[in-house]
């Protein structure tokens, strides 16, 4: 009995040893996908950062046209009115 019983304990310590080793690998490959995971996590808050600062840009951009736009506008209704104002002004000296 003492025989199998001295056999029987080398083959439970390899098999704790290669459970052991199991959960270690188990524990590293879990680290390696979280690792990965967050790297994916980070590229893509970056490309949202950039897109939002591209997009905030486009919306400056944008206001800014818009009142680009209506300054010309307000520019080319005074001009107008200018214009109006030198006929009369012009009518006014031949009559």
């Known amino acids: 009995m003492s025989s199998g019983s ?8 390899l098999c704790l040893r290669q ?3 199991e959960k270690e ?3 590293i490959q879990k ?6 995971r967050r790297g994916e996590e ?10 939002k600062a591209g997009l905030k840009g486009l919306m400056k951009t944008e206001s ?3 009142l680009i736009e209506e ?8 001009h107008e009115e200018a214009g ?7 009518e006014e000296i031949i009559r």
């Open 6 to 13: 001295v056999k029987a304990r080398p083959l439970v310590y």
């Open 19 to 21: 459970q052991k080793v």
């Open 25 to 27: 690998k188990e524990k």
């Open 31 to 36: 680290k390696r996908e979280t690792e990965e």
């Open 42 to 51: 980070s590229e893509r808050k970056k490309e949202e950062r950039k897109m």
């Open 64 to 66: 800014e046209t818009e």
């Open 71 to 78: 300054k010309n506008e307000d520019i080319k209704e005074e």
């Open 84 to 90: 109006e104002e030198y006929n009369e002004m012009r």
